[in-house]
């Protein structure tokens, strides 16, 4: 997905986006009955350029089954993907998951193409409110950009994701990548690209969830 955010770094990067598709979690099955978690995002969710099983959804699943609760995550996160095409296949998922809880973490793929904020706060919005009409809580997992971008648009992106979890009365993630991406050395958590941080972040990403997703368990 995206661009690393480190302030000695602020070159925006050309990536080519590759779908992900569907995927469980080793040992994971489809489930409408037992208490699903459903995750709605992009590459940092689709384990872009790591091996299979390593990133922080796969790990969120690890440590659920190591605290013996009983929850199967669904890692519907495709690598690419925008608020726009994330809200275009919400429906589908909820009818075939019936989830317990939705994790949204998109939007910055929106910031990346220089889509519209209004847009993307509307995506996300309409996406929550899906979620919660059919009977799931919602963890939205906010972005932030690069300081290329400008401290103005940034302050109105963390703005956006505040409104939405304001208005739907849902759970926010300020920064998913809150000590990865932020700090003096954050470019030993990115892979050669510079843009997708490399397995050994993935922890940290779990970590700066865990306590909103905690937090709705049901």
């Not at 459903?38 to 099983?53: N, T």
């Not at 009409?133 to 103005?152: H, S």
Request: aromatic content about 6%; some cysteine; hydrophobic content about 45%.
């Amino acid at each position: 997905m995206l661009f690393s955010f480190a302030r000695r770094h602020c070159n925006v990067l050309a990536v080519t986006l590759i779908g992900v598709g569907l995927w469980l979690p080793a040992g994971a099955a489809p489930s409408t009955t037992a208490n699903t978690l459903l995750v709605v995002g992009d590459s940092l969710s689709a384990e872009y350029g790591l091996k299979r099983g390593s990133g922080w959804v796969a790990l969120l699943q690890s440590r659920l089954d190591k605290e013996k609760r009983a929850v199967t995550v669904v890692n519907a996160s495709i690598s690419g993907d925008t608020t726009s095409g994330g809200r275009s296949r919400l429906d589908a998922l909820l009818e075939q998951h019936r989830p317990r809880l939705v994790v949204i973490e998109l939007g910055g793929n929106d910031a990346l193409r220089g889509l519209p904020l209004g847009m993307t706060r509307d995506n996300l919005q309409a996406m929550t409110l899906a979620s919660q009409r059919a009977g799931a809580k919602v963890v939205l997992v906010g972005m932030q950009v690069p300081p290329n971008y400008g401290e103005d648009y940034n302050r109105q992106m963390q703005a956006a994701y505040a409104e939405v979890a304001k208005n739907t009365k849902s759970t926010l993630v300020p920064f998913f990548l809150k000590g990865v991406a932020d700090g003096p050395n954050a470019m030993q958590w990115f892979q050669a690209d510079r843009i997708h941080p490399t397995e050994a972040a993935h922890p940290t990403m779990l970590a700066n969830v865990w306590p909103a997703i905690l937090k709705n368990l049901p």
